[in-house]
């Protein structure tokens, strides 16, 4: 499956953005989509992530509670809806879905098979 990733920009300090990741074909149910990000200089992190089975969502410390993730199956779209914006949440956003991601797994990069390209977002102070 193919990946596509948008609705990066540029946002002041306590705004809010919403990712979408869509996908070229429809998913089973056996599928999870997670997010993740870069900041220029550090390594990619885990932001968040949905299981489609269950709709069970998960976060990073670091968004809980600012971050949401959704879902829309007749479009073939996981968004992420990111309010309270911070600056340290500047960073390449990168959307991945997988099968059959066991839980353990799910902050893990190589769990995920597909990556979209990617979309910046930049929080200004």
């Known amino acids: 499956v193919q990946l596509q990733a948008s609705g990066g920009g540029l946002v002041q300090t306590g705004g809010s953005l919403r990712l979408s990741c869509v996908a070229s074909?429809?998913?089973?149910?056996?599928?999870?989509v997670g997010w993740f990000r870069q900041a220029p200089g550090k390594e990619r992190d885990f932001v968040a992530a949905?299981?489609?089975?269950?709709?069970?969502?998960y976060f990073a410390e670091s968004v809980k509670g600012r971050f949401t993730i959704s879902r829309d199956s007749a479009k073939n779209a996981v968004y992420l809806q990111m309010n309270s914006l911070r600056p340290e949440d500047t960073a390449v956003y990168y959307c991945?879905?997988?099968?059959?991601?066991?839980?353990?797994?799910?902050?893990?990069?190589?769990?995920?098979?597909?990556w979209g390209q990617g979309t910046q977002v930049t929080v200004s102070s």
């Open positions: 991945a879905a997988g099968p059959s991601v066991i839980l353990s797994n799910i902050r893990s990069q190589s769990a995920y098979a597909s």
């Open positions: 074909e429809r998913t089973s149910r056996s599928y999870t």
């Open positions: 949905m299981r489609f089975a269950g709709g069970y969502t």
